[in-house]
T-cell receptor, first 114, second 114 residues
Framework: DSGVTQTPKHLITATGQRVTLRCSPRSGDLSVYWYQQSLDQGLQFLIQYYNGEERAKGNILERFSAQQFPDLHSELNLSSLELGDSALYFCASSVAGGGWDEQFFGPGTRLTVL | ELKVEQNPLFLSMQEGKNYTIYCNYS?????LYWYRQDPGKSLESLFVLLSNGAVKQEGRLMASLDTKARLSTLHITAAVHDLSATYFC??????????????FGKGTHLIIQP
């Protein structure tokens, strides 16, 4: 158990809908990263927040957005969902924001878009 | 664009044998990570390699890093069934403090047969 928690564990929804995934980092970690894992794209970095501010953007679609709240938990919002958005979404956390710290991964949220 | 290539992508081996997984990356980085993923599960951190020539060992797994060759290896000694999993290498940001998530290889799916 890495200490990173994610909810929900599974999510099934329809195309065109909007969902919110939630992540709580390990105690003491200030950075949260979001990754998407799919069969065709592999593991891709989406976005990083550090102490409430956006720090880095990866291959995140415009339909997706994220934020980090004062208590450091983060939410990833996915809207206008398409079949291709079905994937495992991981959140990871690290102590600082430099990107060189070890990242600890949560259990993931499996999103199925029908 | 940073590229990370692993090979092989699929490996079936017998218990008791030795084998090596290779990870090449395309641009300068001094931090290389190895993760393990069991089916449907999260990523478990195995090794963080911080500098050229770094070697780390844990049980039957040993990882090394050659930053000049941009190559890391994960060596499995006397494999046992419990090591069956998918192994990912990932490269950290190119510049210390740089704002980037991890860039992952496609993963090596390892099956160890009795």
């Amino acid at each position: 158990d890495s200490g990173v928690t994610q909810t929900p564990k599974h999510l099934i929804t329809a195309t065109g809908q909007r969902v919110t995934l939630r992540c709580s980092p390990r105690s003491g970690d200030l950075s949260v990263y979001w990754y998407q894992q799919s069969l065709d794209q592999g593991l891709q970095f989406l976005i990083q927040y550090y102490n409430g501010e956006e720090r880095a953007k990866g291959n995140i679609l415009e339909r997706f957005s994220a934020q980090q709240f004062p208590d450091l938990h983060s939410e990833l919002n996915l809207s206008s969902l398409e079949l291709g958005d079905s994937a495992l979404y991981f959140c990871a956390s690290s102590v600082a924001g430099g990107g060189w710290d070890e990242q600890f991964f949560g259990p993931g949220t499996r999103l199925t878009v029908l | 664009e940073l590229k990370v290539e692993q090979n092989p992508l699929f490996l079936s081996m017998q218990e008791g044998k030795n084998y090596t997984i290779y990870c090449n990356y395309s641009t300068t980085s001094d931090r290389l990570y190895w993760y393990r993923q069991d089916p449907g599960k999260s990523l478990e951190s195995l090794f963080v390699l911080l500098s050229n020539g770094a070697v780390k060992q844990e049980g039957r797994l040993m990882a090394s890093l050659d930053t000049k060759a941009r190559l890391s290896t994960l060596h499995i000694t006397a494999a046992v069934h419990d090591l069956s999993a998918t192994y990912f290498c990932a490269v950290g940001p190119r510049v210390r403090g740089g704002a980037d998530g991890l860039t992952f290889g496609k993963g090596t799916h390892l099956i160890i047969q009795p």
